[in-house]
């Protein structure tokens, strides 16, 4: 076969991957989309096309995944997949070193420790990490199959269903042989299928919380200023709240740019919010922006007391490169693109996490929950509860929303906790700790919806001992990689 028909193969399988996540949630393929990846890599044996073949598939993957990028511009969409193709154009490149040993152990268990290491290695690098299209993401509603991330987080679902694809490759190389020796790993991938049944569920905890969730829509078209528009999403956010029966909820979570106009500045907004808390009774948590000089802002969450006054504040830790703040401004401000980002957003140095109804709400905004690693530290500092407050209403209809909701439902399962998912425009929802989206909005939809919450009586392995897995896989990758290449220098001298 040649190099050309296997990397359009590898594009082919790297664009069926994608159809495992949202919207289309084939998550069975999740289980089968590697194998032609894994048996293409196979028949190379220079490390060269190992990382063409690998790349090819991830820009089959990211470039169907990631299509809505291209709304803020076709070059973003080009520049983010081919980066993050090249991950697995890595993958591909070391498991040419490693892969192709006659070592069942190394053609099997090395693979989706590979996979997993080669996936910590991408959330994390450049500039803070990119973790869109990790591979837990595609098994978001397949309760029994995510059970395992309480354990060792969405790296241990990843692990499972790269293991699947590695015996089921097995399985397949062994087609012209005998019959049992098909069946051995066939029956390990229905075991890796089968495993995650014998993991206790998350509890649903015992302390209630009534929460409301306030989804006020962006107004599309809009004909007036942007102060008149920002204006107009605090006032949609505003009358929703005051229709809360007064007294109903304990905690009402408006989402991530619902105050677009720094109300230290306006007393106008100023007032909307302090009205909206005093006439439901009821703290609030407020997802807003507050100026630090004519260059600088910072992303907050504010907590409002049902008195109106603002008693606490989040500032956003992990901010999104390219869009929250510009990398190296002063050489690349010239790129006309990069217009959209006039303002760089600042960081905080450490999180907060909110008192609240006798317990603890984490907060994160965002990106930040796209980041299991990032969530779990906030449970481990004390969070019972978690609060993401997130704006997909850029990217309208397209799979952004849903797919940011399945992170949200990866968080829940990987720490134990319920999970109110807040987005301006949709999709929001309540996740309880399994999981499972217990109520949610439309898209594109004015909206309330509110829940009986419960703060965590206990959080899980996971969130209490962290990364443990990743990192085992990070090491024992570069085991694998340092005991072939030395063989293949043993074989290099003999000869």
Not at 468 to 475: A, D, G, I, N, T
């Amino acid at each position: 076969m040649s190099l050309r028909r296997r990397t359009l193969l590898a594009l082919l399988a790297g664009l069926l991957l994608s159809f495992a996540f949202p919207k289309f949630d084939l998550a069975f393929l999740g289980w089968v989309a590697i194998v032609p990846l894994l048996l293409l890599l196979d028949t190379v044996e220079r490390k060269r096309d190992g990382f063409l073949i690998g790349m090819v598939f991830g820009i089959g993957f990211f470039g169907a995944l990631l299509i809505w990028i291209s709304i803020v511009g076709w070059i973003a969409w080009v520049l983010l997949v081919l980066l993050e193709a090249a991950f697995l154009g890595l993958f591909g490149l070391l498991y040419v070193v490693i892969g192709r040993r006659p070592s069942f152990v190394l053609r099997t268990i090395a693979v989706p420790s590979l996979w997993v290491a080669v996936e910590y290695f991408r959330g994390n690098v450049p500039l803070g990490g990119f973790t869109w299209g990790q591979l837990v993401q595609s098994q978001h509603n397949l309760t029994y199959m995510m059970k395992p991330a309480a354990l060792g987080g969405g790296w241990l679902v990843t692990f499972i269903v790269v293991a699947i694809n590695a015996f089921g490759a097995e399985a397949i190389r062994r087609r012209a042989e005998d019959v049992p020796r098909i069946l051995f790993p066939a029956g390990l991938a229905i075991m890796a299928m089968v495993i995650p049944f014998a993991v206790p569920a998350n509890g649903s905890g015992t302390e209630a919380i009534r929460v409301a969730i306030v989804q006020g829509n962006v107004p599309l078209n809009f004909a007036g200023s942007l102060y008149e528009k920002e204006l107009e999403i605090i006032r949609s956010h505003t009358e929703l709240t005051q229709e809360i029966e007064r007294g109903s909820v304990d905690l009402i979570v408006w989402p991530e740019s619902s105050v677009g106009i720094d109300p230290n500045e306006d007393v106008t907004v100023a007032g909307l919010i302090t009205g909206a808390a005093q006439t439901v009774g009821a703290p609030l948590i407020v997802g807003g922006n507050l100026d630090v000089d004519d260059d600088h802002y910072k992303v907050m969450a504010l907590l409002v007391s049902a008195d109106g006054e603002v008693v606490d504040a989040y500032q956003k830790t992990h901010l999104v490169p390219f869009g929250e703040f510009l990398p190296a401004r002063a050489a690349l401000d010239w790129i006309p693109i990069l217009d959209q980002i006039p303002r760089d957003a600042i960081p905080a140095d450490h999180p907060v996490i909110f008192d609240l109804a006798g317990s603890k709400v984490a907060t994160v905004i965002s990106f930040e929950g796209d980041f299991g690693s990032l969530v779990r530290g906030r449970m481990a500092m004390g969070g019972r509860l978690l609060v993401v407050a997130t704006n997909t209403s850029t990217w309208g209809d397209t799979g952004a929303s849903p797919q940011h909701l399945a992170f949200s439902q990866v968080r829940a399962i990987e720490n134990g906790v319920w999970v109110a998912h807040d987005a301006i425009s949709g999709i929001s929802g309540f996740i309880a700790p399994n999981g499972d989206v217990m109520k949610q909005t439309e898209l594109r939809t004015a909206d309330v919806i509110i829940q009986d919450m419960y703060f965590a009586d206990d959080i899980t392995l996971y969130a209490r001992v962290g990364d443990w897995l990743p990192l085992l896989c990070l090491l024992g990758s570069a085991v694998a990689v340092a005991i072939s290449v030395r063989r293949r220098r043993a074989d290099r001298v003999r000869r």
